[in-house]
């Protein structure tokens, strides 16, 4: 048997050893059992909110379990192959199958490494994502739209659910802004790399004269907080309400009333807006909810240099504004990352959503720095 194979196996059955002790895995496995007795019980649903607090800590320790938990199993696996290995002739069967299970344990490893690395309380949990189209007239709009679908596609792949709750179309094509709810665990630590400013720059469809045209937009990531209250917020006093007709595609989709609910944060000038559910109690409380979110990462900022520089100078959506990656479709193809100088040729297949390699180089640099 390769000796190397085997060396390569055995530390990984260990840092998969390793990484059950450092997450707690039996205690989580435990708190999980807790759960489903209290589940069980005929009086459980008889306090709603506490009902609905512990279904949530178990959907978050289960994020954890079953990843570990293949893992664990793989590296069983794993050791019974290297007994067959060790008694078969070189080249064996059964090393080939242990070479391609330690590959793909591997890869698994360092997702999971990853994902354990998101420690702050909101990264586990879910996100609003908001796209806004900035300097380049009709063709940022068109890019906010592609950037929409590339962000969809990605969340297809990757088992997130996600829902438009706010959208403004462009006057020629595309959009001026969207807003996302996208639900999933770690949705908001994986996502929350995006944000900043993003250049396209391509041959236009909107210029008769072929001409090459530059347009950006911001994304922006905040964290689901769910209904806590993490900031304090006087709805009568410290917050004005607009309320105004929803836009549709048209005919019996187009609201009737004025149910969108549009809330400005008087202090900051910060904005939240939904009008995505036909109650307008409904939207209240979805734009209630970003806005918190909102302010809580605003606070969040104060406390951290570097998610200040991060988020910043994204307020300008154009030339002269800090721009965080760029799309280049023409003459060169590339997709350049300017934070950990990362530059891929694969400029199509990135807005198609293929953006694994960049959540994660992102998440890779965030915790080196």
């Known amino acids: 048997m390769d000796s190397e194979l085997r060396e390569t196996a055995t530390m990984l059955m260990e840092r998969i050893v390793q990484l059950k002790d450092s997450l707690d895995y039996d205690i989580k496995v435990e708190r999980v059992a807790e759960i489903d007795t209290l589940m069980a ?7 709603q909110e506490k009902a609905q607090e512990l279904i949530s800590e178990m959907q978050r320790l289960n994020a ?28 064996s069967s ?16 360092e997702a999971i490494e990853l994902q354990s690395s998101m420690k702050n309380p909101e990264d586990s949990g879910n996100a609003y994502l908001t796209i806004q189209a900035g300097e380049g007239g009709t063709d940022s ?90 900031i304090e917020i006087n709805w009568e006093k410290d917050v004005r309400e607009d309320t105004y007709r929803a836009g549709g595609a048209g005919g019996q989709h187009v609201n009737k009333t004025d149910s969108a609910v549009r809330l400005t944060h008087l202090e900051t000038g910060v904005v939240s807006q939904c009008q995505n559910e036909r109650s307008q109690h409904k939207n209240r ?5 970003m806005l918190q979110a909102k302010l809580f990462q605003i606070e969040q900022e104060k406390q951290s240099a570097a998610t200040a520089a991060r988020r910043g100078e994204k307020s300008k959506i154009g030339f ?42 992102y998440l890779r640099w965030s915790i080196a720095k």
């Open 41 to 47: 019980a005929p009086n459980f649903w008889d306090e």
């Open 64 to 91: 954890v379990i079953k990843p570990v938990g293949e893992l664990s199993t793989g590296a069983g696996d794993m050791e019974v192959l290297i007994e067959f290995a060790e008694m078969e002739d070189d080249e």
């Open 94 to 109: 059964s090393e080939e199958e242990l070479r391609t299970t330690v590959e793909a344990l591997q890869k698994q490893l």
């Open 141 to 230: 709009a068109d890019f906010c739209e592609m950037l929409m679908r590339m962000y969809l596609r990605w969340f297809e792949n990757n088992k997130f659910k996600a829902e438009v709750i706010d959208q403004s179309e462009g006057e020629e094509a595309g959009l001026r802004n969207v807003t996302l709810h996208v639900k999933g665990a770690y949705a908001f630590g994986y996502l929350k790399g995006e944000t900043g400013n993003h250049r396209l720059v391509r041959i236009s469809p909107f210029d008769s004269a072929g001409r090459r045209h530059t347009s950006f937009c911001a994304v922006d990531v905040i964290p689901d907080l769910g209904d806590v209250e993490v």
């Open 285 to 289: 409380a979805s734009a209630r909810k």
């Open 320 to 361: 002269g504004g800090q721009t965080i990656r760029h799309y280049v479709l023409q003459p060169q193809q590339y997709v350049k990352d300017d934070r950990m100088e990362l530059k891929l040729n694969n400029p199509f297949e990135t807005l198609d959503g293929d953006l694994d390699e960049l959540i994660e180089a």
